[in-house]
C-alpha cells in the first residue's frame, strides 16, 4: 500500500494533532521520505517501507517509541536526538548497522532505555553487547535483555501500543 493511503486510514476522522499511534509497516516510500506526519506521536512503526537515511524523519518531540526494522538504515541516527528527543525505544533491528561508531550519537538521546539491533552485523562483534552497554549508560535494555540476562518486560503493557 502507498503510504499517503495508509496514512488516510490512520486518521479514522481525527486531527493529525490527536494521532499518537502511527503504523505504516510494509507501506510504499515513494522517495524514501516521509511526506506527512503527526506531531503529536507518541508511537511510530515504519517496518519494511525501504527508509534509507533516519535523518527523513520529522520532528517528533513527542515520539517515545520508534520501529524502523527491516529497512536499509546504515547510518544516521545522529539526528534523532535532535528530531525524537524523548525517545525511549527504538528498534533497529534488519538494518545495515556493521559498526559501533555509528551507534555513537544514541548516547545524546537522555531517554533510550530499550535498543533492539537483532540481525544487524553490528551483533556479530567481539564484545558487542558490552560494548554498547558501555558506549549507551542509560541504555537497560539492548535486544531484549539487561545487562544481567533479564528479558525486557512486554513493551505493549507500559500503555505505548495502546490506541
Do not use: W
Not at 525501504?50 to 529497512?71: A, H, I, R
Not at 512486554?154 to 505505548?160: S, T
Amino acid at each position: 500500500m502507498e503510504m499517503k493511503k495508509q496514512l488516510t486510514l490512520e486518521l479514522h476522522n481525527k486531527k493529525p494533532s490527536e494521532v499518537k499511534k502511527l503504523v505504516l509497516d510494509n507501506c510504499h516510500l515513494d522517495d524514501g521520505k516521509i511526506s506527512r506526519l503527526f506531531e503529536n506521536l507518541e508511537f511510530l512503526s515504519m517496518i519494511n517501507v525501504n527508509l534509507l537515511p533516519v535523518s527523513n524523519l520529522p520532528k517528533l518531540n513527542k515520539l517515545q517509541k520508534l520501529e524502523l526494522s527491516d529497512n536499509h538504515i546504515s547510518g544516521g541516527p545522529e539526528v534523532l536526538a535532535e528530531k525524537t528527543p524523548n525517545l525511549m525505544h527504538l528498534n533497529l533491528s534488519g538494518n545495515k548497522i556493521k559498526e559501533i561508531n555509528t551507534l555513537e550519537p544514541l548516547k545524546k538521546l537522555p531517554h533510550l532505555r530499550n535498543l533492539d539491533l537483532f540481525n544487524c552485523e553490528v551483533t556479530m562483534l567481539i564484545n558487542y553487547r558490552e560494548t554498547i552497554f558501555a558506549l549507551l549508560p542509560q541504555l537497560i535494555y539492548l535486544d531484549g535483555f539487561n545487562t544481567n540476562d533479564k528479558e525486557a518486560p512486554d513493551l505493549e503493557a507500559d500503555g505505548l501500543d495502546d490506541e
